[in-house]
């Protein structure tokens, strides 16, 4: 069989593009630790007070165990809701320990959200109906951006909040 020069070229193009997709995919999945957040609960957006995770005095970050932690946040356009402080002001940043393991549980109350904390592996697309989780090891101090990365409308850019990660 001949094969054309250019016909040549463009084959081993884009078998070389595969192979860099999946070496990308495959690093993303076993090195980064990038995989989908769980699905497995069902929640009913419209009473998601109804939750035991996402009742106001559960919301926010609450130590489970010694250096574990779980932060209960409910999005909805346009706010992510981590609770109240003991002055009744609406909690924008939580802190946590370096090495701590924190397991974020969070849902929405309307249409979908994303809640990324940008300069880690937490990126959860949030969906109404849908409880998502993701767990992680914080090794990193700093302060790190949480964004919202569904558009979800004129208000979408102030979905915001700040993990802090101290020593
Ligand atoms: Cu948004």
Redesign the pocket.
Known sequence: MHLHKFEKIWLVFGMASLALFLLITGFAAFWKGTHPQSHIETIDPQNVEAHEAFKPENLGLQEVADGKYTVNIV?S??NYDFGTDADGKAVKRIRVPKGSTVLFQITTKD????FQVAGTNVNMMVEPGHVSRLETVMKNTGEFTV???????V???Q?FAVVEVYE
Not at 111 to 114: L, S
Not at 147 to 153: D, K, L, P, R, T
């Open positions: 999005a356009a346009f249409v979908v959200h994303g964004v919202c990365n569904e558009y979800c409308g208000g979408h850019h979905m």
